[in-house]
């Protein structure tokens, strides 16, 4: 249940960054390479902004959210875990556009290959390996899992976000 709150507030992100390919993708066909920079920072700043009001408000009403998954008495005893879920991955969300973003810069130069080595860097290596060690590891167990996912998905968004600058440097000094 919780997660499906996840995917419900990322969906803007994942439009901006949708956008992004076309944008960035006609700044690259005119080799107008300051404008990739500009949409890349844009679409960053405008998806933390949002990140950070959809954080704010699941923050804030976790318990009443996770009510809507729990209203029945068989599932009550799952309200408490689901807001608690709710409240950690309010700190996940801010770091979603960074990197979300910066794969679509390099899906948008045709570099499909980098996007997707991104994303499996950032979603199979640092959020497994920051669960790993905060759940089970360091025995944090269910919520360290979680803590987990948000120190992952940090890490990734940083490792992207330097990597997409660079890239776009290049771009502007070969241009």
Known sequence: AGWR????????????STAVISVAGAAYGARKFERIRTAHTFSIT????????VS????????????IFTY????AHLAPEIAAFLAIMCFFYPFIPPGVMSGSIFQATGRGMASL????????????VFAYLFGIVLGFGEHGVWWG?????ILGGTVAFVWARYYISRLIANG
């Open 72 to 75: 029945s008495p068989d599932s």
């Open 117 to 128: 080595v991104m994303t499996v860097l950032r979603n199979l290596v640092f959020i497994a």
């Open 5 to 16: 709150v996840v995917f419900f507030a990322i969906i803007p992100m994942i439009a901006i």
């Open 149 to 153: 996912i948000v120190a992952g998905d």
């Open 56 to 67: 704010a408000i699941t923050y804030l009403f976790a318990r009443q959210i996770a009510v």
């Open 46 to 53: 405008l998806g933390i902004a949002i990140a950070l009001v």
